[in-house]
C-alpha cells in the first residue's frame, strides 16, 4: 500500500522543513516497506520559490485529492500565507479525511488560523511560540518540545525538527526498525539526545569566542562533582575573581548558574528517558539531595521531575 503525503507549500517557505521530511520518507520507502508518494502542493501550483531562492514544482490545490498525511511547512512568508483563505479551507477539508494532519516549524500557524489547534497542546519554533500562546489563548504551547502527537495532530518544533517527527510519523507507519535504518541512512538521530529541549544548553552557553567551550565541556562530564568557582577557576587556569569576571561576560551568567543549567538539562534527559530512580539521578548529576532537584525542576520547567517523566511516558504511547 501506498501512502500518500502531501506536503503544503507556500512562497517563502523554509526549504529544510520540506526537504527534511521528504527524504526520511524516502529512505523509509526503500527499505522494502510499503512506499510513500509525496506531492508538493500550493495555491496555484507551478514553481513555488522559498526563501533561500530555491523552487520547488508543485500541483495546484483544485487538483490535489486526498492524502493520507498533510504536512504544512513553515517559513518566512508563513504569515502572508495565513491570510489566505484558500489555503486555509483546503486544510480543514483534508482534516476531516486525512489520518494525521502535521506541521514543522511555524507551520503550526497555519493549523492555529485553521481552528485545527483549539484544546490542543502542540509546538513551534521556540523563538515564536510566545508569539502563538498569545495570539491564540486556546491552544497549549510547548516552547521546549522538539514534536508532539495530539490526536490527529502533530505539530514539531524548529525547521530540523520535522526531520524527528517524520521519524516518529515512520515508526507508527511501519515499525521502529525501519525507522532506526532511516535515522542512520540520515545520519541523524533516531531520538533526539537532550530530551525533549529544542536547543542544547551548552550551546547556548557557548560564547562566539568559544573561550570556555572546553570548560563547559568538562562542567557537563563531571557534573556528579563538586563545581566550585575556585574548582572551575583552577581547570581554567585562572584566579577565581578574574575567572568570575570573564566568564559571566562571555557565557551571560555566572559559574553557578551554568553549572545548574547542565545539571538540569542532564537530568532531565535522564528523567525523561530512561527509569532510574529520581534520588539515583539526582546523585549522578550532582543535585545529590532530589529536594534540591526538585526545586530548581521547578525554577526552570514549573513542573516536578515526576511530572515531566508522566509527560513524557505519554507522549511515546
Known sequence: MTRQIGILLYPDFQLLDAAGVTAAFELAGGFGAAPYEMTPLSHHGGLVRSSSGMTIETVPLAAAGSFDTLIVVGGEGHRQAMSCPELLNFIRHQARNARRICSVCTGAFLLAEAGMLDGRRVTTHWQQAPAMAAQFPKIRVSADAIHIHDGLIWTSAGISAGIDMALALIAEDLGADIARRTA????????????????????????????????????????????????????????????????RAAVGMSPAKAVERLRLEAAREQVERSTLPIEAIAVMTGFHDPERMRRAFLREFHQPPQAIRRNAAAEAT
Do not use: C, K
Not at 550551546?203 to 563547559?216: G, H, V
Not at 563538586?226 to 578574574?242: C, F, K, Y
Open 184 to 247: 542512520q541512512q540520515m545520519v541523524v538521530f533516531y531520538h533526539r539526545p537532550g530530551g525533549q529541549s529544542q536547543f542544547s544548553a551548552l550551546l547556548e552557553m557557548t560564547s562566539p569566542q568559544e573561550r570556555f567551550a572546553e570548560l563547559l565541556g568538562w562542567i557537563r562530564s563531571n557534573l556528579e562533582q563538586r563545581l566550585t568557582v575556585d574548582i572551575l577557576a583552577s581547570q581554567a587556569g585562572m584566579s577565581p575573581r578574574n575567572f568570575s569576571r570573564s566568564f
